[in-house]
């Protein structure tokens, strides 16, 4: 069983950046693609990125395209989302996930996903 926890969320204002880690429990975290979703206040989950096995194949919402970047370190069972250029609509609770085992490359569809954390807060406001 997988257990995942984020970190990283916080209070940021606009323009400024923020690094969310998503740390994984047991060995075999290289097994599973990832991905980061999120809830804005009163909307549905969305997609934002997300990343294969080994990392060296991933994708990204339109909203976040060019100002977010995924990746992962198998070593210390991390995933990564940095964060630049923060706007407001970047308000929400961001969520890693784990795929067991397919997609290997990974999934936009929340659907697909086995395993969630806790989500952190971002607030981006002025």
């Known amino acids: 069983q997988v257990q995942l926890e984020e970190s990283g969320g916080g209070l940021v204002q606009p323009g400024g950046s923020l690094r969310l880690s998503c740390t994984a429990s047991g060995p075999s975290f290289n097994r599973n693609a990832m991905g980061w979703f999120r809830q804005p206040p009163g909307k549905a989950r969305e997609f934002v990125a997300h990343?294969?096995?080994?990392?060296?194949?991933?994708a990204y919402a339109d909203s976040v395209k060019g100002r977010f970047t995924i990746s992962r370190d198998n070593s210390k069972n991390t995933m990564y989302l940095q964060m630049d250029n923060l706007v407001p609509g970047d308000t929400a609770v961001y969520y890693c996930?784990?795929?067991?085992?397919?997609?290997?490359?990974?999934?936009?569809?929340?659907?697909?996903?086995?395993?969630w954390g806790q989500g952190t807060q971002v607030t981006v406001s002025s």
């Open positions: 990343i294969s096995r080994s990392g060296g194949s991933n």
């Open positions: 996930g784990a795929l067991d085992p397919e997609p290997y490359y990974g999934s936009h569809r929340h659907s697909d996903y086995k395993y």
